[in-house]
């Protein structure tokens, strides 16, 4: 299976990613690295790893269908079946989700519902819980709502600082991640041969 994995920012998920189908981990490869930030350094990362990277700029286009558009184009030009989202900072419009339908999956740092949107490591210190931890989810129309597919708890101590929590959470991230692409793949695969059987 081929996937794209979107990101803004650092991209660490993105490189645990390429890491796993380097050894073999993930039974797929990303034919694609899409970002909003044409200076982020999952840039940097995705050309190291000799992988390809759609960037582009929002405010170059009058409407979000618009680079939706131009980002479906070069997904389906590279045949991705699926797309990642890795610190990807936007929403996802109904354009992007009706062509990938079902097909794309979030990483978010919290345990879902509790704090979407941004700085989840932030609001979970000042709510002052005692565990959060990480989601992933299939991405709908919503801020990081969306069927949960895995989560996994981070205990928060007394110690803690927003750095700390955060390298918890994304050590938790970089392990749980991997693992739950590829049991997508598998997923992908069995209902591509249901469907063949089925015909
Ligand atoms: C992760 O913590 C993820 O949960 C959130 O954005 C962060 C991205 O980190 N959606 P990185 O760019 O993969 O290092």
Known sequence: KKFAVFASGNGSNFQVLAEAVNNGLIEGTIELVVCDQ??????Q?????HIPVFTFQAKNYPSKADFEKEIINELQQRDVDFIVLAGYMRLVG???LEAYSHRIVNIHPSLLPSFPGKDAVGQALKAGVKITGVTIHFV?????????IAQKAVEITPDDTHETLQGKIQQVEHSLYPQVVNQMIQQLDRSKKEEEQNK
Do not use: Q, S, Y
């Open 140 to 148: 709908d129309e919503g801020m990081d709502t969306g069927p949960i």
């Open 94 to 96: 109904p354009t992007l």
């Open 45 to 49: 990362r995705a050309n190291e790893l």
């Open 38 to 43: 044409p200076n982020a350094f999952v840039v």
